[in-house]
């Protein structure tokens, strides 16, 4: 296991490889990601106020941390595919994997229409302390197009720090957090819950809720920037495609406003505890 000196020789390795990366990123506007679930992207854009600009896409905000939460384990297919949308945006920059728990299997990622392996940096630090400290340090490197980390156990305070690390350089941060951690408060752009769902084609199949979307033109409250909707959080159906090893919305089924399937229970247990937290104290 590396010593906390591997981990700093190991992103000063990741700067040197990146100093030909374009630094930084334009000003205005801040940059997405589309997930490529055209739904989904309608829904963020909406949120982040692109869906009033012609010709503009929505998709996850650049310069900030979001998490993703898995039911039982760590929502690896939906991250490899994002990994890929990431790789499809900006080939030139690295996408940094930090805590094994969150590794996908190399043959996923080497696979697909888009193969990001070779712009891929592996780290796997030796305790929590090292692990939060790698996921700043590479989320402020401007060669770095996107940070996928594990982010189990992390804090309110630890997440704000890596909302100010992600904004510094606009990198995209993709935080996996177990499903048991939903009630910890986050300082996270978005918060997003993944659970298994019934397949009628056979291919693996995902309900993927978007329990939170903070956004500076959102909120009820004066400045939440948490948004409000009537009605449960809004959920999609995602399937695995074999033929591209990449994941699509269900054809058969695609819900912005709740999944009919979903009890009231996981309804109500969907719901963001950081964001009743904020409304709060707004």
């Known amino acids: ?23 930084g990123r334009s000003s205005g506007r801040e940059a997405v990601i589309a997930t490529g679930w055209d739904a989904v992207d309608e829904a963020l854009g909406d949120a982040t106020g692109a869906g009033d600009t012609p010709g503009a896409t929505g998709g996850l905000r650049c310069g900030a941390v979001h998490e993703w939460f898995g039911a039982d ?5 939906v991250l490899e595919h994002l990994a890929r949308r990431v790789a499809t945006r900006d080939a030139r920059r690295v996408v940094v994997w930090i805590g094994r728990a969150c590794w996908p299997y190399p043959w996923a990622l080497a696979h697909g229409s888009v193969d990001v392996l070779g712009e891929a940096l592996w780290v796997d630090p030796p305790d ?7 996921i700043d340090q590479a ?4 060669g770095v197009a996107a940070v996928i980390a594990d982010g189990s156990a992390l804090t309110m305070a630890a997440t704000r720090r890596l909302q100010l690390a992600a904004r510094a350089a606009g990198t995209l941060v993709l935080l996996s957090r177990p499903g ?3 009630d910890r408060l986050s300082a996270a752009t978005t918060r997003w819950l993944v659970r298994p769902a019934r397949s009628p084609t056979g291919r693996p199949r995902w309900k993927v809720t978007l329990i939170r979307c903070k956004s500076a033109s959102l909120g009820t409250g004066s400045g939440s920037g948490v948004t409000t909707r009537a009605g449960p959080p809004p959920t999609w159906r995602l399937e695995w495609d074999d033929a591209t090893a990449a994941i699509h919305l269900a054809g ?10 979903t009890s009231a229970t996981e309804r109500h247990d969907s719901r963001d505890p950081s964001e009743r937290h904020e409304r709060r104290s707004a």
């Open 1 to 23: 296991m590396p010593s906390r000196s591997d981990m700093q020789a190991l992103v000063e390795q990741m700067r040197r490889l990146t100093d030909g990366a374009s630094g």
């Open 73 to 77: 384990e760590p929502p690896l297919c």
């Open 128 to 134: 929590a302390g090292a692990r939060l400290w790698a």
């Open 139 to 142: 989320a402020r490197c401007a």
């Open 180 to 182: 048991r951690e939903r």
């Open 252 to 261: 058969d089924v695609g819900d912005r406003s709740g999944d009919a399937t």
